[in-house]
């Protein structure tokens, strides 16, 4: 995977300014303010700052927190960081193809894998499918 490195000014650019709070900033969006977090519909979630295939749909759940949750990652896409800001011990997930903050890993989930990727909506894009399967095929997601 090629890796991407903008400046903050070019980033700026590209971005919202809600987006760039949150994926240059660190920022959370508001609770239950993403459309994402009742979304049903097959696809695949990419980074909004790079296109990077993160989440397949079939991965997402509803944890009830307000934010779009998930209980894995497509390998290889995600790093975790140690975050211990704001007098919290969490674990920080950001794209691994552009080190843009997505949100926070927890291990509170309710599926086998016991994770739970809590994300803010405003750092993903749907890339909706009719089958995910033939998608992921054809991708090599």
């Known amino acids: 995977m090629q890796k991407i490195t903008k400046t903050e000014e070019e980033w700026k650019a590209e971005l919202t300014p809600e987006q760039y709070e949150v994926l240059r900033g660190k920022g959370t969006e508001a609770r239950m303010s993403s459309s994402l977090v ?36 497509i390998p290889g896409s995600v790093e ?10 969490r674990t920080e997930v950001v794209c691994a193809r552009c080190k843009s903050h997505l949100g ?26 009719d089958t995910e399967v033939d998608d992921q095929r054809e991708h090599n997601w």
């Open 38 to 73: 009742h979304e049903k519909a097959d696809g695949m979630y990419m980074c909004v700052a790079c296109g990077n295939p993160l989440f397949a749909s079939s991965a997402k759940f509803d944890s009830g927190t307000g934010w779009p949750s998930f209980d894995q990652a």
């Open 104 to 129: 926070h890993i927890f291990n509170d989930g309710p599926t086998a894998t016991g994770n739970r990727y809590c994300l803010n909506g405003v750092c993903l894009d749907l890339q909706k499918t």
């Open 80 to 89: 975790e960081i140690t975050d211990d800001s704001h007098g919290m011990h």
